[in-house]
């Protein structure tokens, strides 16, 4: 980890955009795990995604990224199909 | 080339920022700051200064705008009082730890209620710890070669703290007295071009201000402490280099015959001017009494004020400002300051000059008399008001 001087003068980070490699998936207490069968691959998980962890796959499905994914359940609630359940992230 | 000329208070700060060259501007005008941004904005307006003036609608966003040019690489300028500095408070500590060298000049005022447009120094004191180089002008000239030196100070690349320049609202902002004002050259020498080390620049990106979760909050405020500390001496350098090219002195403590003395008075701004008087007045009758003054608030000069009042048996502080609850925080720091000294004097607590109150040259005297007394007798207060009627 970073010693106090290790960092740049006012704390500035001089990579932009490294906040991608920040895990916020370790926020997570329940995980949205998708039914495909019942997906009807209407997108609303990944519009209203508020971290952007919908991803759409190269076969056409749509998958949740856990490394981003904060668990907040929106996905499973807007879900007309009831495609998505949260689950309680027990490790 | 060099001029001698009369000039208020507040036409000299703003002087001084035409003279730095600043590249962008942006204050809200409130009372007894407003003749600094009206003569400003009358300079941009007419051509004498190119700067680009933003006009805002809070001291908030007059420091957030400061701050935003700032990270562009742009030489700031603002100034407020009062409330203002209080609406302006949060946004004060985002320049002092992103170590932005934004410039602020604060006309110091009293704190409502009751609504005060006069002086004191209560607004300078609520924000003591925002991390920002502060300075204590006691007149005219100073109010002009303290804010070119704030620039100077601010900019340096061993410094790259914000820094504010405190002159006392109506007694310094609203006087006129006699400036010399220094030639062009002097100042471009003094204060060179300024080029900020990650200035914002869309080919080279930076993250100024990111987050600080708790991994790294702790070691963020320690790196900003040892650099803030470090500037301690840079400021003394600067002082020594604008000696050698305007030939006039500060110093973080500035004593005033305090040779030999046994009490010294300790009082800042502008009534500084006052208590010399009464110091001549009580030499004169033989008593050995000097006068101290901080010229230098934050980062607090220790080591000088240690040594200004060495051999002193009683120091007798002036606060133009309370601690609700407490007393007077000048004394309560220089009181902290001096604990752990062996041969420390007794230091005695006195607050007045609120709101725009006068203290007499007769008030001086009677503070250091009294002071003596209560140091002689102690008191069941821990500090005594200058001049409040009973
Ligand atoms: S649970 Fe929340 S963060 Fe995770 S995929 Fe669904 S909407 Fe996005
Ligand atoms: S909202 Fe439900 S149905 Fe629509 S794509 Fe997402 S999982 Fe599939």
Redesign the interface.
Known sequence: ?????D????????E???ASAYKTGDWRSNKPIRDQSKCIKCGLCYIYCPDAAVELSKAGNYETNYFYCKGCGICANECPRGALTMIVEEE | MTKRVGLEGSFAVSEAVRMADVDVLSAYPITPQTHIVERLSEMVADGDLDAEFICVESEHSAMSACVGASAAGARVFTCTAGQGLELMHEVLYIPS????PVVAVVANRALSSPLSVWGDHSDAMAVRDIGWVQIFAENVQQAYDLTLCAYRIAEDKDV?FPAMVHLDGFHLSHVIEPVILPDQRQVDDFIPEFEY??ALNPDK????G?Y?PP??Y???K???N?AFESSRKIVSKAWGEFEGIFERSYLPVESYRTEDADVILLVMGSFAETAMLAIDRMRKEGKKVGLARLRLWRPFPFDEIRKAVKGAKLLVVLDRCISFGYGGPVCSELRSAFYREKNRPDIVSFIGGLGGRDITIDQYEYMIKRGKEISENGSEEEFEMIGVRQ
């Open positions: 980890m970073l010693s106090w001087k960092l740049e003068l006012g704390s500035i980070v001089t932009p955009g490294n | 730890s992103m170590r932005l790259l080390p990650f990106p930076v993250s100024m990111c600080g991994y790294i702790t070691e963020a320690k790196s900003q040892v």
